[in-house]
């Protein structure tokens, strides 16, 4: 069973600043499932980026995604006000714990 | 504007059964492989089952498989969670989630959530 580990659980930027989100898998996974969700408080969750580096539709292009085989990273260029929220990768049934991006 | 909406949701005693019920509306149904997910409040997501286009293969996590069932009516357009044996630790909000993108026979890009409808397993 595939698990993945996001670092850093909690990540204080402020808006206008650059963040970095990472995600580990246990074992190489298939670069074409790999997700990232944002999701607000009481929110569901929003699909950002399929494929690690599509973006899906609507999605600001100061988001992008790179990585493959275990090492993926959601990339947020110019940091909004509207950004800070928790982030989670996904590779078929499984997520990841979770980031929480918040306001330094 | 894809939507998907949840219900069925509520307080229910350990051991007992809830069924869950989600309607979409926007796009064709019949159309998109679909998911059931859940989050305990302030926890992280939980993949649960998926379900084919004409509801042929389904499959599901192990937390659930043998007490859980997904199912749908195409014909109804409706989307459906049967929970048997509950137990407290099934105390989440459920989602229902759209398969927007399928690669190959894998169809785990979920790009439409509902809003959730809340199970709480409680004596």
């Known amino acids: 069973e595939i698990v993945l580990t996001q670092s850093p659980g909690t990540l204080s930027l402020s808006p206008g600043e650059r963040a970095t989100l990472s995600c580990r898998a246990s074992q190489s996974v298939d670069r074409n499932y790999l997700a990232w969700y944002q999701q607000n408080p009481g929110q569901a969750p929003r699909l950002l980026i399929y494929g690690a580096s599509n973006r899906a539709t609507g999605i600001p292009d100061r988001f992008s995604g790179s990585g493959s085989g275990t090492d993926f990273t959601l990339t947020i260029s110019r940091l909004e006000p509207e950004d800070f929220a928790v982030y989670y990768c996904q590779h078929l049934g499984t997520f990841g714990q979770g980031t929480k991006l918040e306001i330094k | 504007q894809v939507n998907l909406m949840e219900s069925g949701g509520g307080v229910v005693q350990p051991g007992r059964s809830l069924r869950l019920s989600c309607v979409p509306s926007?796009?064709?149904?019949?159309?998109?492989?679909m998911h059931w997910v859940r989050q305990i409040p302030g926890k992280g997501l939980e993949w649960l089952a998926v379900?084919?286009?004409?509801?042929?293969?389904?499959d599901y996590g192990d937390s659930v498989k043998g007490r859980f069932t997904i199912s749908r009516d195409n014909a109804r357009n409706t989307l459906y969670l049967q929970m048997n044996s509950l137990r407290v630790e099934d105390t989440a909000v459920y989602y229902c989630?759209?398969?927007?993108?399928?690669?190959?026979?894998?169809?785990?890009?979920?790009?439409?959530w509902g809003q959730g409808t809340l199970v709480t397993v409680s004596s």
């Open positions: 926007g796009f064709t149904f019949s159309s998109h492989v």
């Open positions: 379900i084919w286009y004409d509801g042929s293969s389904k």
């Open positions: 989630a759209r398969a927007g993108y399928c690669l190959g026979v894998k169809c785990f890009i979920f790009d439409s």
